[in-house]
């Protein structure tokens, strides 16, 4: 019953901005961490960024760090990810996704992921 539905991705230039978010529903997403990872063209899934349950604390992938920014709004059961100074090799398909413990990068160790949303960084 665990529903995650990613939405926001679109065309950007290099050094521009976009908004992901995550809808959320099925289960009680003000109890559990929440994680963004995504998998570009020829890759494997990498590991973004992940938030406490109560939003308290954040964790960022070096290659990420300083330009994205995660966070939550609990009342709305929805995930957000602000990409800004976006590069081509941010080019990728974005997940928003849920596992039942402590936040990971191993991306086998998550237990639901949303459809993915596209995300293209091109001049």
């Known amino acids: 019953q665990v529903q995650l539905v990613e939405s926001g991705g679109g065309l950007a230039q290099p050094g521009g901005s976009l908004r992901l978010s995550c809808a959320a529903s099925?289960?009680?997403?003000?109890?559990?961490?929440m994680s963004w990872l995504r998998q570009g063209p020829g890759k494997g899934v990498e590991w973004l960024s992940g938030i406490y349950s109560d939003g308290t604390d954040t964790y960022y992938a070096d290659s990420v760090k300083g330009r994205f920014t995660i966070s939550r709004d609990n009342a709305k059961n929805t995930l957000h990810l602000q990409m800004n100074d976006l590069k081509p090799e941010d080019t990728a398909l974005y997940y928003c996704?849920?596992?039942?413990?402590?936040?990971?990068?191993?991306?086998?160790?998550?237990?639901?992921w949303g459809q993915g949303t596209q995300v293209t960084v091109s001049s």
């Open positions: 099925g289960f009680t997403f003000s109890s559990y961490a």
């Open positions: 996704a849920l596992r039942r413990g402590t936040v990971v990068r191993a991306p086998q160790e998550y237990d639901y």
